[in-house]
Every structure is written in C-alpha cells, then in structure tokens.
C-alpha cells in the first residue's frame, strides 16, 4: 500500500515540475483551425475563436466561469458557431503542431492581450472582436454573428 501511494505521488510530483502535455480545449470546442473552417464552411456558420491563456489570464478565467461554462452560451453556440479554442497556457506544455497554429492565429489577426474572441465568416473574414472581458459576451457575440441569430 506504501508504495502505491509513494508511486502516486511521485507521478504527480513530475507533472508539477515538469508541467503536464497535452490539450486544455474544452467539451464542444475545437483546436484544429483547418477542421473548424472545414466545418464552418459545410455548415454555413460562423467561427468563433478564442484566444485565451487558461490557466494564467484572470480575465479569461472570468470569462470562462461567467460566460462560456452557462448554458445559454453552451445553447446558442451549438447551434449557430462553430467554437475554435487557442490556448497560450503556463502550466500545459501543448503539442507542438498546436502550439504552432495557435502562435499564428494570434499573428494572422494581431492579437495583443487576453481574451480575445474574433467572429470568422467560414472562409475566414474577420466580422468583428471582443477583446478582453465583457459582462454582456454573449450579446456582444450575436451582435457580430448576424448570421448565427438568422
């Protein structure tokens, strides 16, 4: 028993020192840009993409907790967006492909801070962001998603 729990404890000592690998991409979202347009495009919906820093950002994490985790946000996206998450996080070391494409989402569209929230038509046209936390996110969402609120 002493050392199953020693072996247990030893496994969570590594992942704390050497940071766990891996994807911080919430249920219902998605991380690869190429299937997200994809099925933007077959879908004829908008993409909503994040970029956020999970585990760092206290305005993302407020964000997360007041915005994205009701369900009215979970309600109104899964029928009318198509949700691209890009994670910059400090304590998940992210695959290197993913890294990769999130460091240039954030540069194709000049993303300075956190959150950043940009509305996508399906083929890529910017239609309008949010940067930063906004009390009244999902609203601001509808407002540059007109064709999400059809």
């Given at each position: 028993?002493?050392?199953?729990?020693l072996?247990?404890?030893?496994?969570f000592?590594?992942?704390?020192l050497f940071?766990?690998s891996?994807?911080?991409?919430?249920?219902?979202?998605?991380?690869d840009?190429?299937?997200a347009?994809?099925?933007?495009k077959?879908?004829q919906l908008?993409v909503?993409l994040?970029?956020?820093?999970s585990?760092?950002c206290?305005?993302c994490v407020?964000?997360?907790?007041?915005a994205l985790d009701?369900?009215?946000?979970?309600?109104?996206?899964?029928?009318?967006?198509?949700l691209l998450?890009?994670?910059?996080?400090?304590?998940?070391?992210?695959?290197?492909?993913?890294?990769k494409q999130n460091?240039?989402?954030?540069?194709k569209?000049?993303?300075?801070?956190?959150p950043?929230t940009?509305?996508?038509?399906?083929?890529?046209?910017?239609l309008?962001?949010?940067?930063?936390?906004a009390?009244?996110?999902?609203e601001?969402?509808?407002?540059?998603?007109?064709k999400?609120t059809?």
């Open positions: 028993m002493k050392k199953w729990l072996g247990i404890l030893v496994v000592c590594c992942a704390a940071g766990a891996g994807s911080t991409t919430p249920a219902g979202w998605l991380d840009g190429k299937a347009f994809e099925t933007a077959e879908k908008p909503l994040l970029l956020t820093g585990d760092w206290p305005y407020k964000l997360k907790k007041n009701k369900s009215e946000f979970k309600n109104f996206a899964k029928d009318n967006l198509i998450y890009a994670d910059f996080p400090d304590q998940t070391k992210l695959p290197e492909e993913l890294s460091n240039e989402l954030a540069k569209f000049g993303v300075r801070g956190f950043t940009i509305i996508l038509s399906p083929d890529g046209k910017e309008g962001r949010i940067v930063g936390y009390p009244d996110y999902l601001q969402v509808k407002a540059l998603a007109p999400a059809k």
